[in-house]
């Protein structure tokens, strides 16, 4: 499946703690720290995403590179290039952008491409998904709303919005469980998406409470 192996591909990599907090037994120094929290922060979503375009379109046009977006079809990526084609000319998206997508892409939504995006945008169809490859393999600057779904719960909702049996018959354990505590529903994903191993399952909250006890919002 391209899309668990293009996700496969980046957790080969090892995910550094912008917070510092938890320790890996690795010598980290974070170059890109969280900022402090602003209580009083009241941009929208959609100020949030047309200034982060631009800053991007910035560095491309300062680097004298083009922008690929890594489009999945998702929320995510498909807010990228609304971001995009809302802020600048068809001029600017003809000669900076371009989509580079899958046929999942399309089977995750279908409308987009030919029926909503602007016909002006440029589409390019790839074999598959797998982003550190096209990271190499490319010049041109990488838009992407990988890990995404891991940080805005998306994945947690397929699960929990899900089936509550699988085409092979195996129960949804986390069927309907979306108001469960944190504990249970995101330990059952780690072990069932074998992003920890089954039987670490108490190792694994004893490292992670550390930073949760230091959000500035508490999660519960």
Not at 32 to 59: T, V
Request: glycine letters at 4%; proline letters at 5%.
């Amino acid at each position: 499946d391209p899309k668990n192996s293009a996700r496969e591909e980046v957790l080969l990599y090892p995910l550094i703690d912008r917070t510092q907090t938890l320790n890996r037994n690795l010598k980290i120094k974070v170059l890109d720290a969280i900022p402090e929290f602003d209580y009083d922060f009241s941009k929208s979503l959609n100020q949030i995403c047309l200034e982060r375009a631009q800053e991007i379109m910035d560095i491309a046009n300062t680097q004298n590179k083009k922008i690929q977006i890594l489009w999945s079809g998702g929320i995510d990526s498909t807010a990228v290039i609304i971001a995009f084609v809302t802020l600048f000319s068809e001029e600017v998206i003809k000669n900076k952008l371009e989509v580079l997508y899958t046929e999942a892409s399309i089977q995750e939504y279908p409308q987009f491409k030919d029926s909503i995006c602007p016909s002006y945008v440029n589409f390019t169809l790839l074999d598959n998904f797998v982003v550190p490859l096209i990271f190499q393999r490319s010049n041109d600057l990488i838009v992407t709303g990988e890990l995404g779904d891991q940080i805005f719960g998306s994945d947690i909702l397929k699960w929990c919005m899900g089936p509550a049996k699988f085409p092979d018959g195996t129960v949804n354990e986390l069927f309907n469980k979306i108001d469960e505590p944190w504990e249970e529903v995101v330990l059952k994903l780690l072990v069932n998406s074998r992003a920890i191993p089954e039987g670490s399952e108490h190792a694994w909250l004893y490292w992670i409470y550390q930073q949760v006890q230091k959000a500035p919002i508490p999660i519960q």
